[in-house]
């Protein structure tokens, strides 16, 4: 049964717009805006542009507050990426996307789709893109689901990136109950670009062409948040596919493609975007708004592989692998020509005009005619109040862990799946193809050399819900200070953020208040440690049965050196170094994963972090490695002491010998701005005249095939055997 | 003395090649794309890693219909060197180039890593440089790498002494260790280990380096000798 | 003993690559004769059951479960008896 | 029109790891009762010939150097006469 497009009489009186995601006020404010009423087509384009994933309307008041500018930054959010200057005349492209909705469907496919997207949004600034990275977020592995979810997940991204060529160099993999029927799936990508080359995504200049490029559009991916399948009668819903398929060796031909085009054909190029959530729609219509201008689209010349498709299915499509460009006229051979090279469809489908509005025809009559501002700048925006949750105001008494068996909870610490080795999980992913990649994934951040440059770039995804939930703003805060200490321990500068801000639904006060109060920690920490929020992406209604997930943002972040030499990685290096703990430990308990290890859940006040003293500890930290005092570094996170000394030790397969007189427990406290590193004996001085009291002698490296650690109240051995068991085997025994 | 980097659709490892022929082993090469027709001129071709056409038949089975292929085989056949690497060596099976086949790994998992290799054979042109017995380190990438071939034909490779690296700890269910090994004359190789990212110390390794070194001495010999003549 | 042959495909909206590099490839290499080409998947599983509805409510569900993803596939079967071997 | 549908499985001497899995899983769920999976691909190919056996000599091509590798897999096909549309 073909879609019954119905008239703009019967879409006032039968209010199909319910279903696609418009409330009521939303469809008045449209037509009255528009001044009659909006027939099908027009009402469905504004189904997608008004979306939350479009039009940011909830959460457009708290992005306000990021802080997004420094001297460095030469392109801040709002195109597809964000663009860093790094020097040498180049500039590092970087964003991340969520796919969270479409992996809880379809785990392979829409991680890997996911992967695709992301990797669009860095070439259509005209950077090649040269790594991903990941942050998964699951349920208890114990249960069946959360492992079939995490098997597919992980092979649809490398499904789709090993592929196409990209190495995945890092990203984090978390486990607690809340990801349970919702996990996160957030995707990131980095590019790097001669700095005077930034393309953006424009359609400026009546009478230039609009080229469409790629695959062709299928009625995949319309029925998402604007489509709702009541409509569908049943024989119709079984041929349609829920999730899109990725097609990674297109998207190859794509990147390629669009890359030959920025670099060889700059005088015909006027602007450039991908076709992510709401298609060719988004595309297009953003496309016009950013040069502030019109366009006309001739809809039979879209390229589709099905037949019978209405405009609104054209329009709201979201097949993968599509590119919209804008060319200058005459030139539009040139450019299509070099499509067909890579053995792809270009089409010249429409064109820029004279002033705003925005046309579309489909069989010689015109289905869409309205102010291209009436599907951008005039979504409505919505200003929420945020109401702070109980919980905040009655927090359980501090967790005070009495440590009896120090052995046994080290050992049990270290295999939870958070902690354990990613390893089963990273080597699924090509983290080497381009022979770029200095440092692979199981140290703090992965590192890549920038090609005719000196230079070398860290990257680290970073978030932590159980500290949101506990305190959003300090835990914002937190999530963005470990990220830089990953960088900062690699021995690179962090330089710039993109995020992903995973909640549940915004219409919640409770909810709000959570994401506001998480921006205002985010923002605090970017400008303490100088790392501007330069692209991002927002997921909301991550929710089951009512109930939302804690609240995760996650935070990539990147750092840059621009000498190979300070690039430092976390394994122990040689018998004799001496073992530093820099940054103070205190009984810091709630929220961290030894009390979700040993009260199955996590409660009471986050605690306390001071981001002056975080600032402080990481400069020292970076100026120790760039004047090569330092053999290892590692920063503290999850699994405090415990997890980060044991991770040296196994990554070099080397013992050590400490002394650290504190209270057992200490060993698992989760203190921030905290790192552990190695210095050889030669260089001990130096290193002590610059870090001063903020470093601790614990002891040193030894040759030996166990740790020793003397504590004020335990003194435990750890045989590299048990460590090796509990570590590696924390994730794969949990799989079978 | 001149190289010839393969690029189908869907290669990705071809200019890593080519950066390690030229950059660091200083031997002159060109990307040539798949729609070419004629590689004479050059002393070696190399068919780089990737997935051709998506892989999504079989890997390396679409490539095999390339333009460039008969040329490759034409050079194969006159006794000119074939390096294949990885989807390389698969697309040089499907051509029947090279005996047998590459299957799923046996975990059914992509898998890339730092594997130990023994190099079993040092008297070809790809491996002289190489220790008899020598265990070296060399990265896979790869989810078909599991080599099959039926007995007789397996038993015909080892007796010919074909193979030239074997795995020391087999990672993915390969026959008889299989990690690369040449067709009976000798000149063409395909190993699913990729070589061409263990050239620089600052990616971690250099294990890779000395196939190409011995190439490039094979082919200045080569070279030398066609003077001569 | 019964034996079910099982076919997967993909759904008509989901583009399949790999179909699409077939059909291309058999272009290019002159068999633009052929016009269609569907990629699937094919399985046959040999099950003891106590009769052909109950094996075949177990492969249906087999199927819906395991073997295709009912979110961008489908899939039919039929059930043959067979001679114990 | 001609349609041909094509089976390709793997030789019976070669180990198929993804059936493995799926047998091996069916029995982890109680299924024990499936003895056997065999796990292929399956095309359909629609191709305009002159005839039949032009249309099988085609396929048959198309499978020995394309569908199957044949060093580790085996292929048969059928073919019938399509009305034209
Ligand atoms: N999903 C993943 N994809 C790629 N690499 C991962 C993934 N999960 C974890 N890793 C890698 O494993 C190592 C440990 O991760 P993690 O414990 O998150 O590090 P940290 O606590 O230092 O941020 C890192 O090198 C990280 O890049
Ligand atoms: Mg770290």
């Known amino acids: 049964m073909p879609r019954v497009e119905l008239s703009p009489k019967d879409i006032a009186i039968k209010k199909p717009y319910l279903d696609w995601g418009l409330t009521e006020y939303e469809y008045d404010r449209f037509r009255t805006k528009l001044g009659r009423l909006p027939n099908y087509t027009e009402i469905g384009l504004a189904s997608g542009m008004w979306s939350e994933h479009c039009a940011y309307k909830y959460s457009k008041p708290v992005l306000k507050q990021f802080w997004t500018k420094n001297e460095r930054v030469l392109m801040g959010p709002g195109e597809g990426a964000g663009v860093i200057d790094i020097g040498s005349g180049k500039a590092v492209v970087f964003k991340a996307e969520s796919h969270n909705h479409p992996s809880a469907v379809e785990p392979y496919e829409g991680a890997a789709t996911g992967v695709g997207g992301i990797i669009r949004d860095i070439f259509s600034i005209g950077a090649e893109p040269v790594a991903l990275l990941d942050s998964l977020a699951f349920g208890e592995l114990d249960e069946a689901h959360t492992q079939h979810l995490l098997d597919q997940i992980v092979a649809g991204i490398g499904g789709y990136g090993n592929a196409i060529g990209i190495p995945t160099i890092g990203g984090e993999t978390n486990f607690d109950p809340t990801y349970a029927r919702n996990p996160l799936v957030n995707a990131m990508c980095i590019g790097v670009m001669d700095k005077d ?44 596919a829920a999730v899109q398929v990725g097609d990674p060796f297109m998207e190859k031909l794509l990147t390629d493609a669009c890359l030959e085009v920025t670099r060889d054909h700059q005088e015909a190029l006027v602007g450039m975007q991908d076709m992510g959530a709401a298609g060719l729609i988004s595309s297009s219509v953003e496309m016009a708004d950013k040069a502030d201008a019109g366009m006309t689209i001739n809809l039979d010349l879209i390229p589709q592989r099905e037949s019978g498709m209405i405009p609104f299915e054209i329009m709201l499509s979201e097949s993968q692998e599509r590119m919209l460009l804008c060319v200058a006229a005459g030139h539009e051979q040139e450019i299509i020509d070099v499509f067909q090279k890579y053995d792809l469809d270009a089409v010249v489908c429409g064109q820029v005009t004279a002033g705003h509005r925005y046309q579309l025809t489909f ?92 230079s070398a770039l860290a990257a680290t995804t970073d978030s932590n819900g159980r500290y949101l939930y506990l305190d959003p703003e300090r835990g914002g805060a937190l999530i963005v200070a470990e990220a830089a200490r990953n960088l900062v321990a690699s021995g690179t500068e962090p330089i710039g953020i993109t995020d992903c801000l995973n909640y549940g639904d915004p219409t919640k006060p409770e909810i709000f208040y959570e994401l506001e109060e998480s921006a205002h920690g985010i923002t605090a920490a970017c400008k303490a440690l100088n790392t501007p929020v330069i692209s991002g992406n927002v997921s909301l209604y991550n929710e089951t049965n009512g109930i939302a997930i804690y609240p995760t943002p996650m935070i990539g972040m990147v750092g840059l050196t621009e000498d190979l030499h300070s690039i430092t990685t976390l394994d122990f290096k040689r018998p004799g170094d001496l073992v530093y703990l820099l940054g103070r430990t205190g009984a810091d308990f709630n929220g961290t994963e030894l009390q979700k290890l040993l009260t199955g859940g996590i409660a009471g006040r986050l605690f306390d972090f001071d981001l002056d003293e975080e600032v402080t500890v990481q400069k020292l930290a970076l100026n120790a490695i760039r004047r090569g005092f330092v053999t290892a570094a590692h920063d503290l996170s999850v699994g405090g002491f415990a997890a980060a000394l044991s991770e040296m030790a196994l990554a070099g397969q080397l013992g050590a010998d400490l002394q650290w007189d504190v209270p057992a427990s200490y060993a698992f406290a989760e203190s921030a701005g905290r790192f552990l590193m190695t210095v050889p004996a030669a260089k001990q001085a130096e290193f002590e005249a610059l870090l001063g009291s903020r470093a601790r002698l614990l002891g040193k490296v030894t040759a030996a095939d166990q740790l020793h650690i003397q504590m004020q109240d335990a003194d435990v051995q750890l045989t590299m055997a048990e460590l090796t068991q509990a570590y590696e085997e924390g994730i794969p025994c949990r799989m079978k | 003395m001149k190289a010839a980097v393969l690029s189908f659709p869907g290669s990705n490892c071809d200019q890593d090649l080519l950066w390690a022929l030229s950059d660091i082993a200083g031997i002159p090469a060109d990307l040539v794309p798949a729609s070419a027709t004629d590689l004479s001129g050059y002393d070696l071709v190399c068919v780089p890693g990737g997935f051709s056409y998506g892989d999504y038949l079989r890997s390396g089975a679409i490539a095999n219909f390339a333009p460039v292929m008969a040329a490759l085989k034409k050079h194969a056949a006159n006794g000119g060197l074939v390096l294949g690497i990885c989807n390389g060596f698969q697309i040089l099976c499907e051509a029947g180039l090279l005996p047998g086949a590459l299957q799923f790994n046996e975990s059914l998992n992509f898998i890339c890593e730092s594997e130990p290799l023994t190099v079993v054979n040092t008297n070809t042109a790809f491996s002289g440089d190489y220790q008899p017995d020598e265990t070296i380190h060399l990265p896979i990438a790869h989810g078909e790498g599991n080599y099959y071939a039926d007995p007789e034909t397996l038993a015909a490779i080892e007796a010919k002494q074909q193979v030239v690296f074997r795995y020391a700890a087999n990672p993915n269910g390969s026959l008889n260790d299989i990690a690369g090994l040449t067709n009976a004359a000798g000149n063409v190789l395909g190993m699913m280990p990729h070589p061409e990212r263990a050239v620089e110390t600052l990616l971690g390794g250099r294990d890779g380096l000395a196939m190409f070194t011995a190439l490039k001495k094979q082919m200045e010999g080569a070279a030398y000798a066609t003077r001569r003549a | 003993m019964y034996k079910a042959r099982i076919y997967v495909n993909y759904k008509p909206s989901v583009l399949d690559p790999k179909a699409e590099v077939i059909k291309n490839t058999l272009a290019r290499t002159g068999q633009d004769n052929v016009q269609s080409v569907l990629y699937g998947k094919y399985f046959e599983l040999e099950l003891a059951a106590a009769d052909k509805d109950a094996a075949a409510k177990q492969v249906d569900n087999i199927c819906d479960q395991m073997l295709a993803n009912v979110n961008m596939e489908t899939y039919r079967f039929d059930i043959v008896e067979e001679a114990r071997a």
């Open chain 1, 363 to 454: 069989k010689n009559e015109t289905v869409c005619d309205v102010p291209v501002s009436l599907l951008t700048s005039d979504a409505p925006v919505y200003h929420q109040k945020g109401q702070r949750p109980a919980r905040l105001d009655q927090p359980a008494t501090d967790f005070a862990p009495e440590i009896t068996d120090l052995h046994d909870t080290w050992l049990r610490l270290l295999g939870q799946p958070t902690i354990a080795s990613k390893k089963s999980i990273y080597r699924r992913y090509d983290a080497q193809v381009k022979t770029n990649t200095v440092v692979t994934p199981g140290s703090d951040a992965g590192v890549i050399r920038v090609r005719g440059t000196k």
């Open chain 1, 197 to 240: 080359a930034i393309q953006r995504g424009r359609a400026a200049g009546v009478g230039n062409a609009i080229i469409y490029v790629g695959a062709k559009t299928g009625r995949d991916g319309i029925n998402g948040a604007s489509f709702a399948s009541a409509e569908f009668s049943d024989a119709e819903q079984a041929d349609r």
